[in-house]
Protein backbone atom coordinates (compact mmCIF):
# COMPACT_ATOMS: atom_id res chain seq x y z
CA UNK A 1 0.00 0.00 0.00
CA UNK A 2 1.66 3.33 -1.00
CA UNK A 3 0.95 6.54 1.09
CA UNK A 4 1.87 9.88 1.06
CA UNK A 5 2.71 12.19 3.56
CA UNK A 6 3.03 15.62 3.73
CA UNK A 7 4.49 18.40 5.61
CA UNK A 8 4.98 21.91 6.01
CA UNK A 9 2.14 23.92 6.10
CA UNK A 10 2.10 26.61 8.56
CA UNK A 11 1.17 30.26 8.71
CA UNK A 12 2.73 33.19 7.67
CA UNK A 13 2.58 36.74 6.52
CA UNK A 14 2.44 38.05 3.08
CA UNK A 15 5.46 37.96 1.62
CA UNK A 16 6.72 35.16 2.92
CA UNK A 17 7.64 32.05 2.06
CA UNK A 18 7.23 28.31 3.16
CA UNK A 19 8.24 25.08 1.70
CA UNK A 20 6.19 21.95 1.39
CA UNK A 21 7.26 18.30 1.33
CA UNK A 22 5.65 15.05 0.26
CA UNK A 23 7.25 11.80 0.22
CA UNK A 24 5.77 8.17 -1.15
CA UNK A 25 5.94 5.08 1.16
CA UNK A 26 5.75 1.94 0.53
CA UNK A 27 6.28 -0.35 -2.66
CA UNK A 28 6.83 1.72 -5.55
CA UNK A 29 8.24 0.98 -8.52
CA UNK A 30 8.04 4.06 -10.92
CA UNK A 31 6.04 7.33 -10.37
CA UNK A 32 4.80 8.94 -13.27
CA UNK A 33 3.73 12.32 -13.01
CA UNK A 34 3.60 14.06 -8.98
CA UNK A 35 2.30 17.48 -7.95
CA UNK A 36 0.50 19.53 -5.78
CA UNK A 37 -3.33 20.71 -5.77
CA UNK A 38 -5.14 23.34 -2.79
CA UNK A 39 -8.75 23.52 -1.59
CA UNK A 40 -9.22 27.18 -0.17
CA UNK A 41 -12.46 27.21 2.32
CA UNK A 42 -15.82 27.30 -0.10
CA UNK A 43 -13.81 26.51 -3.30
CA UNK A 44 -13.24 23.46 -5.47
CA UNK A 45 -9.78 21.72 -5.47
CA UNK A 46 -7.40 23.31 -7.91
CA UNK A 47 -3.85 21.96 -9.48
CA UNK A 48 -0.96 24.23 -8.42
CA UNK A 49 1.47 22.25 -9.84
CA UNK A 50 3.31 19.17 -11.30
CA UNK A 51 5.83 17.79 -12.60
CA UNK A 52 6.93 14.02 -14.35
CA UNK A 53 9.20 11.87 -13.07
CA UNK A 54 12.38 13.58 -15.33
CA UNK A 55 11.33 17.43 -15.01
CA UNK A 56 10.60 17.34 -18.72
CA UNK A 57 7.04 18.34 -18.25
CA UNK A 58 6.07 20.76 -15.37
CA UNK A 59 3.05 22.40 -15.33
CA UNK A 60 2.08 25.75 -13.42
CA UNK A 61 -1.08 27.36 -12.54
CA UNK A 62 -1.41 30.75 -13.78
CA UNK A 63 -2.06 32.37 -10.33
CA UNK A 64 0.86 30.71 -8.74
CA UNK A 65 3.69 31.30 -11.92
CA UNK A 66 6.73 33.12 -10.93
CA UNK A 67 6.00 32.42 -7.47
CA UNK A 68 5.80 28.88 -6.11
CA UNK A 69 8.85 26.11 -7.95
CA UNK A 70 8.06 22.33 -7.74
CA UNK A 71 11.06 20.20 -7.38
CA UNK A 72 12.13 16.73 -6.46
CA UNK A 73 14.21 14.33 -5.38
CA UNK A 74 14.01 10.91 -7.46
CA UNK A 75 16.15 8.96 -5.18
CA UNK A 76 14.00 9.74 -1.34
CA UNK A 77 10.32 9.76 -3.48
CA UNK A 78 9.84 12.93 -2.40
CA UNK A 79 8.66 16.12 -4.28
CA UNK A 80 8.50 19.70 -2.87
CA UNK A 81 6.90 23.17 -3.49
CA UNK A 82 8.54 26.69 -2.89
CA UNK A 83 6.52 29.07 -2.23
CA UNK A 84 7.64 32.44 -2.25
CA UNK A 85 5.88 35.85 -2.16
CA UNK A 86 3.02 34.22 -0.60
CA UNK A 87 -0.54 36.47 -1.25
CA UNK A 88 -4.16 36.48 1.21
CA UNK A 89 -5.62 33.98 -1.68
CA UNK A 90 -3.02 31.23 -1.46
CA UNK A 91 -4.49 30.53 1.86
CA UNK A 92 -5.75 26.60 1.40
CA UNK A 93 -5.21 22.54 2.07
CA UNK A 94 -2.36 21.47 0.14
CA UNK A 95 -2.38 18.31 -1.13
CA UNK A 96 0.47 16.00 -2.67
CA UNK A 97 -0.79 13.83 -5.75
CA UNK A 98 0.94 10.91 -7.44
CA UNK A 99 0.31 8.69 -10.21
CA UNK A 100 2.09 5.76 -9.15
CA UNK A 101 2.77 2.54 -10.41
CA UNK A 102 2.90 0.06 -7.14
CA UNK A 103 3.42 -3.63 -6.36
CA UNK A 104 2.62 -5.66 -9.27
CA UNK A 105 2.57 -2.81 -11.60
CA UNK A 106 -0.41 -1.62 -10.75
CA UNK A 107 -1.18 2.14 -11.50
CA UNK A 108 -2.74 4.38 -8.95
CA UNK A 109 -3.69 8.09 -8.03
CA UNK A 110 -2.46 8.63 -4.58
CA UNK A 111 -3.23 11.60 -2.41
CA UNK A 112 -1.74 12.94 0.59
CA UNK A 113 -4.20 14.21 3.72
CA UNK A 114 -3.35 17.51 3.10
CA UNK A 115 -1.63 20.70 4.83
CA UNK A 116 -2.94 23.50 5.80
CA UNK A 117 -1.12 26.59 4.86
CA UNK A 118 -2.90 30.44 6.24
CA UNK A 119 -1.00 33.50 4.77
CA UNK A 120 -2.13 36.89 6.70
CA UNK A 121 -1.43 39.98 6.18
Known amino acids: QVQLVESGGDLVKSGGSLKLACTAIGYIFKINLMGWYRQAPGKERELVAT????????NYADSVKGRFTISRDNTRNTWYLQMDSLEVEDTAVYYC??????????????WGRGTQVTIVS
Open 97 to 110: YADIVGSAYSRDNY
Open 51 to 58: TTRSGSSI
